[in-house]
């Protein structure tokens, strides 16, 4: 066996923060390879759902995109960004929101919406779509992303008002 | 919040970062200077156990084979 990668571990840590039959609102990229592998080890009666509708998926490949096929096979429900939403996440059933972000602060707060370059220019990010939603009302709340000064910052979106901040602590 | 070097949590009564556990390979010095706030770091903090054989077999294997996002 080669030498484990950072990411493998990131997966396996955030596979161990699942638990069998819990409800999970899954991100695409490492959250959903974490949700996948948790599946297949320890948690083979959790729940998964893609915030645009599609619910316990038995993925087949790697995604590129939520809207990709390829991690829909079998899933048993095929609805809607509003009945995810609405009907499980402001329903207050679900127990996992597992996202990634652009900022986390020293208290949990999420950025995925903007962030200002050096110079001063502003970068938009196709966030938060569902993550202020999921954020505030899963839970328990995971996350994944690199580990770097800019993107763990004192607090999110820096010196001005960010919409998009969400707590988690 | 799961990183690339260390899974951190939040203290349940000032509800900032706290460091969970380190993860093999990471130092705790680079942890704090690619930080940007104060961490809380705990006296002891445990190595981010490594993935099993079989969780890697699944990850490289079945998972995601090509490395799309495990690279």
Not at chain 1, 28 to 33: A, E, S
Not at chain 2, 3 to 11: E, L
């Amino acid at each position: 066996m080669t030498e484990v990668l950072a990411s493998e571990i990131m997966a396996a840590a955030g596979a161990r923060e699942l638990r069998d039959g819990e409800v999970v609102v899954v991100g695409l990229g490492l959250p959903q390879v974490a949700c996948v592998l948790a599946q297949r080890t320890h948690a083979p009666r959790l729940s998964a759902l893609l915030e645009i509708g599609v619910m316990n998926m038995s993925p087949i490949d790697t995604a590129v995109g939520l809207a990709d096929p390829r991690i829909w096979y079998r899933a048993t429900c095929w609805s809607g960004f509003l009945d995810v939403m609405g009907m499980n996440v402001h329903r207050g059933v679900v127990d996992v929101g597992f996202l990634g972000a652009l900022e986390i602060d020293r208290f949990g707060n999420i950025n995925t919406t903007l962030v200002k370059d050096d110079s001063g220019k502003v970068r938009y990010v196709n966030g938060s779509a569902g993550g202020n939603d999921i954020a505030s009302h899963a839970k328990r709340v995971i996350m994944i992303m690199r580990h770097e000064k800019r993107k763990l910052p004192e607090a999110v979106g820096g010196n001005w008002a960010c919409a998009a901040a969400v707590h988690i602590a | 919040m799961i990183t690339d070097m260390a899974v951190m949590g939040f203290d349940a009564n000032t509800h900032s970062a706290t460091l969970v556990s380190l993860h093999p390979l990471a130092r705790l010095e680079d942890v704090v200077e690619n930080t940007g706030f104060p961490l809380n770091i705990p006296r002891e903090v445990p190595p981010t156990p490594l993935p099993t054989q079989e969780e890697l077999r699944l990850l490289r294997e079945e998972i995601d084979p090509r490395g799309v996002y495990l690279r």
